[in-house]
């Protein structure tokens, strides 16, 4: 080094050795024996009497998700083959082969990265390779990773090589998306599927690791570390590495969520506060604040829906003994549980999973959290069950709305099946086949007074979708059907129904099938609804619509043989077994004919 004096020679070459020496905490961790391994017992014991037995496959697949110790378990297979000492199946780690496979020196492990090896020139220079003899080892050993990424030639190039490879060689295949990979390679490999560390054992090495490296850490978070690594030791490492330098003297709870960008539980648990008390401003705004501050939405969302699970545990009555939470945070957990129904809370955690999704695209990032949390909250009608109030503020609420309120002239009761001042023709034939409740005493009824529902075609245009919503999940052929029309007019408690097409009116009209969307209007609109449905043309006006007198109407002039035939094709078709079929199954319908 010309230019350097010898002491700041000697300094520059300590530090450069230094340098070279430091080793991320995950490689120096890494297991050196079967023992060693966590959370995969079934590959290391089959591993293990194979080799006890002397069966040693000539190919392996390892598969399973990032960080779970794949390519570890490779090394150990490549030490335990090839190990000088007589272990019985169990690297010794002090024999010469064992020592530089730990140092990562010896030349008859090779590992590939397939992802930037994944051409057929490279699998061509394998080939030629593999029939070399071993330079130190007893068996060459070629671990390939991530080898869902070769090319579909490259993959045909190893075939013949993966089936009859020489004796000394053993093909090791490493990859976390298995689905990939081309079954004539699959049905030549003994496959192992790596399993996701459990949380237990991500406590266990990270305790092992603080107390050998003399790492002060809080108990809340390296609990928080053991949950954000998913199952990978790998990851639960690297950021112990990280906070480890991060930290001065003791790496505390806010430290690490400072790290990884998250937000305290209690802001969670406030937020769930608000959606129990159903305030939409102080959630907007605590969601702002938290965007506001940094915290990653997508992060901040996540642990929104693990709460919210965990809110689902208690509700189920097993979550004390599921969550790892404090006495304190358990019992503000089940307060809350308390007030939400278990329904609401299986909606909200819907709504929010969705919100993930929508987060991905959004230009805004408050906005998917924003829409999902004012869905949750007002999306439902408080009258209907799956509101996101107690039964008790439920029930209290429905006697509240069936209180009689003062009015000049007492308000008439209409019972279902009854007809209504100008419409006594259609609704006689739609009673006989409508439902009757059962009701405690019978009422007069008053004709020229009909009661104001409160139903509005503004109001079922608005909740038009929550209606299908709330069909399709009991006939997927109706709320198809229903699609196919829309809101003309509200007469009193009577909603008019309009369809473009005859057989589209005539299954509404089937009595199943009109008690279902009667009840389905009733629930999301709050009141009681009864619907009567009309033929309407497709260019005429849908603001006066026309009822029909009877169910076969005369064709307008000039249409008729059109309407007619049209209407005869998509009886034809719609009687069809297997359009029946595809309409009862996935909620198919028939949009058009020619």
């Not at 809110?311 to 599921?322: C, E, F, H, R, T």
Request: charge should be neutral; glycine fraction near 8%.
């Amino acid at each position: 080094m010309a230019g350097l004096s010898g002491t700041r020679y000697g300094l520059w070459l300590r530090m450069m050795e230094a340098t070279m020496t430091a080793q991320a905490l995950y490689r120096r961790w890494r297991s050196r024996t079967f023992e060693e391994v966590l959370g995969q017992e079934h590959v290391t014991r089959t591993l293990r009497n194979a080799l006890l037995s002397g069966r040693i496959a000539h190919a392996y697949l390892f598969a399973g998700p990032r960080g779970t110790g794949k390519t570890t378990m490779a090394r150990l297979l490549a030490k335990a083959v090839n190990c000088l000492s007589e272990g019985g199946g169990k690297p010794c780690n002090q024999c010469s082969i064992c020592q530089a496979i730990n140092e990562g020196r010896l030349l008859d492990l090779i590992e590939i990265d397939a992802a930037s090896n994944r051409g057929i020139d490279e699998i061509r220079d394998l080939r030629e390779k593999v029939g070399f003899r071993p330079n130190e080892a007893q068996y060459k050993v070629y671990v390939i990773d991530e080898v869902h990424m070769l090319t579909n030639e490259a993959f045909n190039a190893l075939l013949k090589t993966l089936e009859e490879p020489p004796p000394h060689v053993i093909f090791v295949l490493a990859t976390t998306e298995p689905h990939k990979i081309p079954a004539t390679i699959l049905s030549r490999c003994q496959r192992f599927d790596f399993r996701r560390a459990s949380l237990g054992d991500l406590r266990h090495k990270l305790n092992r690791i603080c107390e050998s490296e003399g790492i002060a850490i809080e108990t809340a978070a390296l609990e928080l570390i053991v949950r954000s690594a998913a199952g990978s030791f790998r990851d639960a490492e690297s950021l112990l590495d990280q906070l480890a330098s991060y930290g001065d003297d003791e790496i505390t709870l806010a430290q690490v969520q400072a790290v990884l960008g998250t937000v305290s539980s209690q802001a969670i648990g406030e937020l769930v506060g608000h959606l129990v008390k159903r305030d939409v401003a102080g959630g907007l705004d605590l969601i702002n604040q938290v965007v506001g501050d940094g915290v990653d939405p997508r992060q901040f969302n996540r642990e929104l829906v693990e709460y919210l699970r965990g809110l689902l545990l208690i509700k189920a009555g097993n979550g004390a003994s599921l969550l790892n939470v404090t006495a304190e945070a358990l019992a503000e957990m089940e307060n809350q549980a308390r007030q939400l129904s278990t329904k609401a809370l299986l909606r909200t955690v819907r709504l929010f999973n969705q919100a993930n999704l929508d987060l991905k695209a959004s230009l805004q990032p408050q906005l998917p959290l924003g829409l999902a949390f004012i869905e949750a909250t007002l999306g439902e009608d408080s009258v209907a069950e799956k509101g996101l109030v107690s039964e008790a503020q439920q029930r209290a609420g429905q006697e509240a709305k069936a209180a009689p309120s003062p009015a000049v002239s007492p308000p008439a009761v209409l019972r279902e099946g009854q007809a209504v001042e100008g419409d006594r023709t259609t609704q006689a034939a739609t009673a006989d086949t409508s439902p009757q409740p059962p009701s405690a005493e019978e009422t007069p009824t008053s004709l020229e007074a009909p009661p104001t529902s409160g139903v509005t075609l503004e109001r079922i245009r608005l909740n038009w979708a929550r209606i299908l919503a709330e069909i399709r999940p009991h006939n997927r052929s109706a709320e198809a059907l229903l699609r196919s029309g829309r809101a003309e007019a509200v007469e009193g408690n009577v909603i008019v129904l309009g369809f473009p097409y005859a057989f589209h009116k005539e299954r509404i009209e089937e009595p199943r099938c009109q008690a279902l969307v009667e009840q389905a209007f009733s629930q999301v609109l709050g009141n009681p609804c009864r619907v009567r449905c009309i033929l309407v043309s497709k260019s005429s006006s849908r603001t006066t619509p026309q009822p029909l007198k009877t169910p076969r109407s005369e064709p307008a002039k000039g249409e008729g043989k059109d309407r007619e035939s049209k209407e005869d094709k998509y009886r034809a078709i719609a009687e069809d077994p297997v359009v029946r079929a595809a309409v009862n199954k996935y909620g198919a319908q028939v949009v058009d004919v020619q």
